[in-house]
T-cell receptor, first 111, second 113 residues
């Protein structure tokens, strides 16, 4: 089955700096890659997603890049704010049914 | 514009009891997924259901766990004879169809004493 690895497990940045979280996947058939933000005590919230037919997608301060050849994808958050502090999960899917999640990155934005 | 709803939000059970977790999908969504999250870990897929059908239960433990999504009412994840290792957060997600974005509920946090 699919194996998704996520790095780093923890990340601290100064407010205003950029944050980058990287994920790799093993199954070349994976074609959908969502990113979720999870705040303490809450469910994961979708923040951005990308399909394998595009290499990059941007939504305001958040962007995702995908390298199908290398089988890795990354989340980029620019101009970070304290409210960006949360745990971020990447996921990969082949069939759209099962999502395989990374182990999460705890992001802390220091004011 | 209600999102995915789960109840209860917190559930405490003693070993050997039954736990019933409920999930109401977003309006217009007929596909439901259940995931389990252990402390400081990612979410692990358990089961995928459509109305009255189990589509994929490859992530579900073979014993004590069952899931249903009846024609009327919420999806139910049932855990019989709970053990301490069942303590986790259980999340439900829904989507309008296969291969579509999944939207998650707030989760049910199960604690087995």
């Amino acid at each position: 089955g699919e194996n998704v690895e996520q790095h780093p497990s923890t990340l601290s940045v100064q407010e205003g700096d950029s944050a980058v979280i990287k994920c790799t996947y093993s199954d070349s058939a994976s074609n959908y890659f969502p990113w979720y933000k999870q705040e303490l005590g809450k469910g994961p919230q979708l923040i951005i997603d990308i399909r394998s037919n595009v290499g990059e997608k941007k939504d305001q301060r958040i962007a995702v890049t995908l390298n199908k050849t290398a089988k890795h994808f990354s989340l980029h958050i620019t101009e970070t704010q304290p409210e960006d502090s949360a745990v971020y999960f990447c996921a990969a899917s082949t069939s759209g049914n099962q999502f395989y999640f990374g182990t999460g990155t705890s992001l802390t934005v220091i004011p | 514009n209600a999102g995915v709803m789960q109840n209860p939000r917190h559930l405490v059970r003693r070993r050997g009891q039954e736990a019933r977790l409920r999930c109401s999908p977003m309006k217009g969504h007929s596909h439901v997924y259940w995931y389990r999250q252990l402390p400081e870990e990612g979410l692990k897929f358990m089961v995928y259901l459509q109305k009255e059908n189990i589509i994929d239960e490859s992530g579900m433990p073979k014993e004590r766990f069952s899931a249903e999504f009846p024609k009327e009412g919420p999806s139910i994840l049932r855990i019989q004879q709970v053990v301490r290792g069942d303590s986790a957060a259980y999340f439900c997600a829904s989507s309008p169809g296969p291969d579509r974005t999944q939207y998650f509920g707030p989760g049910t946090r199960l604690l087995v004493l």
